[in-house]
């Protein structure tokens, strides 16, 4: 099991940057799959994007994010980044990390150890 957290939220002005990044205790991090997640205020958790157990592997990415957003792993480090690019007001949300083992998964109900969250803010 491994546990998980965020960093890098905060307030940005649209059409900014920023990066997320989370960071795993544990010493099996290289075999879990990662996904970032975000809830807005009154909304229900949506997915944002994922990447598979392998340094380099396979991404997944939400069609309100693609182009945007870009997730990747540094398994020596232990951390999973997002980074955010050309936010919008929309994008304002809590943003969580996700990990399950192995197999990569859009679905927020397949991972079973979460982050505590990180908030991020864009102002329009």
């Known amino acids: 099991q491994v546990q998980l957290v965020e960093s890098g939220g905060g307030l940005v002005q649209a059409g900014g940057s920023l990066r997320l990044s989370c960071t795993a205790s544990?010493?099996?991090?290289?075999?879990?799959?990662m996904g970032w997640f975000r809830q807005a205020p009154g909304k229900e958790r949506d997915f944002v994007a994922a990447i598979s157990w392998t340094d380099g592997g396979s991404t997944y990415y939400a069609d309100s994010v693609k182009g945007r957003f870009t997730i990747s792993r540094d398994n020596a480090k232990n951390t999973v980044y997002l980074q955010m690019s050309s936010l919008k007001p929309e994008d304002t949300a809590v943003y969580y990390c996700a990990a399950r083992r192995v197999v990569v998964s859009v679905r927020g109900n397949d991972y079973d150890t979460w982050g505590q969250g990180t908030q991020v803010t864009v102002s329009s």
């Open positions: 544990g010493r099996t991090f290289s075999s879990y799959a």
